[in-house]
């Protein structure tokens, strides 16, 4: 069993649509990350988060260490928010990360 | 400020054969972290150097090993490569006492 879940693995969205990924971890963390990767492999670190809510533009990230489950919202949804969004939980120095969920904004 | 850097971009080897990565990271930052990215397996920690030091390893054979020098750039190497270290390797920087961690572009790695 993976410590960390992501859901959806593919999402599909309209341009300007609420999007919405999960994230549900098993171990005890020190920080939860969303990170971002495009097509060809860059990876963006886009919120560390530790407990409550952030924001960045149209970003939002909360999470829920009680729950132990975080999500990240994308609003207003646009194609150049097409690619892979990973979930990766710090502990102990080592990172566990999920599987990523694809996401394609569709024009 | 520059971004962490890594060479080679690509790379082409043969079973058997032993590579070496690079990986520079942001400067001040003295945390270097190394993880492998593969379509089946997605992202899994390989080890994580500080202050030139091992500080964790992750769930891997011994053929991949790592060091980091004193002005922490780190190098990890891979023996006897096989078809399925195949995989996009990146590295990631941090700050001592930070959990933001910056990435690389990674090294892409195939083995014939």
């Known amino acids: 069993k993976n410590e960390v879940e992501q859901s959806p693995q593919n999402l599909t969205a309209q341009e300007g649509e609420f999007i919405t990924i999960n994230c549900s971890y098993s171990v005890g963390i020190s920080a939860l990350h969303w990170l971002q990767q495009h097509p060809g492999g860059g990876i963006v670190s886009l919120f560390m988060?530790?407990?409550g809510k952030k924001k960045h533009g149209r970003l939002i990230a909360t999470i829920n260490i009680q729950e132990k489950h975080s999500s990240l919202h994308i609003t207003a949804s646009h194609p150049r928010d097409s690619a892979v969004y990973i979930c990766?939980?710090?502990?102990?120095?080592?990172?566990?990360f999920g599987t990523g969920t694809s996401l394609t904004v569709i024009p | 400020k520059a971004g962490v850097t890594q060479t080679p971009r690509y790379l082409i080897k043969t079973r058997g054969q032993q590579v070496t990565l690079s990986c520079s990271p942001i400067?001040?930052?003295?945390?270097v972290s190394w993880y492998q990215q593969t379509p089946g397996q997605g992202l899994q920690f390989l080890f994580e150097y500080f202050s030139e030091t091992q500080r964790n390893k992750g769930n891997f054979p011994g053929r991949f090993s790592g060091r980091q020098f004193s002005n922490s750039r780190s190098e990890m190497n891979v023996s006897t490569l096989e078809l399925g270290d195949s995989a996009l390797y990146l590295c990631a920087s941090r700050r001592g006492g930070s959990d933001t961690q910056y990435f690389g572009p990674g090294t892409r790695l195939t083995v014939l």
């Open positions: 988060l530790s407990s």
């Open positions: 400067s001040g930052h003295r945390s």
């Open positions: 990766a939980v710090g502990r102990d120095n080592q990172f566990y």
